[in-house]
């Protein structure tokens, strides 16, 4: 990491590389489903198998800026991944009540690169207008390679392997204008997506090209000595275009208001609520079929739409001089939720995703922080979270509770 400041402009060069070889990986697995009145299962036990991999950023930055008037500031980055894995496992496989050993084997490359360039600048006039612009251009290339096979008495029994190569780039800029007053801040601003993916795979081929338009206009500021609040409000505009020209437009209202409350010089309480939107991976997208198991297939689903997201959280914090406490209970609604779903035919399980009519779900967590000693030297940390979710998928419901 390295830094070099002139005048008003600074240079920074920063590369950083993990690294990892070992000979020691072990991968347990147990799976289990039933198709047309037949029960499957496995239990795989790992043996010892190799895993490596080199994880690289290299970062270039240049920042200028002059206090009170404007700053400038540019980001070359570059990220890669090249990681190979294996595993050998010995296997239990019943079908109802007989039972068969296996010996299973399994191999997977991963790697990816991604050059990002970050440019950003913000000029403020006479210390009431301020306007800021954002430009990020990114581009990332992956390759996936697996191959599995279970041999029964030296011969193969059953073998799958996909083979996925993905490119993708996108663009994305943004302006916002404030308006400062003495103790509020008013904004509008909008901001521009584009996004171009495709995938490569063994059986098919697929492509997405999204345009998003988010526009907003909030205010920021106090409400006397004791109440902070932020509000916007914004219409977040998407158009979704898959390989087969299939063109899928969404139009959602994006309210936000986040109000805080200071209890004392310690302690407050922060209640949020915000709508957000979730565009589907384009590897959800593909169809790209392979089996995880002699009768469980996986494939993905060209038909997801983007699910619309609800959140509400209210929270509570309180800070001591060695302690710190917060507590949240939070509440969210997705509708057209994007989950996994499973469907059987005579032979098969499939699994893929699927846009769920609702999904609910409630937490309550509690943090816990603490210095026991003067110096500072040991923190206690401490997070405890309990969750219920409800599903509901045409006349399908059921539940799930759980706890961290």
Known sequence: NFKYNWGNSQLGVTYNI????YNKRILDEDISYAVEGTTYQKQKNGKKSPYAYEQQMAEISFNNSKSDNYIFS???????????????????????????????QSSDKDKYISPVLDMYFSKTFNAKHELTMNLVGTYYKSDYDYQYSELSDGLTDFETA????????????EAIYNYNMKTAQLYVGSRYMHNNSTQQNLSSNNQTLTNEIYSYIGATGMLGKKINYSVSAGVNGNIFTTIDNKEYKFIYFRPQVKLGYFIDESSDLTFNYEVNTDNPAVSSLT????????????????NLKPSNNHDLSLSY??????????????????KDAIAPVFQSDDTNIIETFGNLDNVQ????????????????????????EVFHQINVFGNEKWNHTGYS
């Open 287 to 302: 169809y790209n079929p392979y089996y995880k198991d002699a009768n469980y297939l996986f494939a993905g689903n060209p």
């Open 74 to 104: 540019t980001k070359l980055s570059f990220n890669s991944l090249n990681r190979r894995r294996s595993s050998a496992q010995d296997i239990i496989s019943t079908v109802n009540d007989r039972i068969f050993e296996k010996i299973g």
């Open 317 to 334: 914090f309180k800070g001591f001089k060695k302690f710190v406490l917060n507590a949240e209970v939070a509440y969210s609604y997705d």
């Open 162 to 173: 996909t083979d996925i190569n993905l490119d993708k780039y996108s663009l994305i800029g």
């Open 361 to 384: 779900n409630m937490k309550a967590s509690l943090f816990l922080q603490w210095y026991p000693f003067s110096n500072n030297i040991l923190r206690l940390r401490l997070y405890s």
């Open 18 to 21: 993990n690294y990892r070889n």
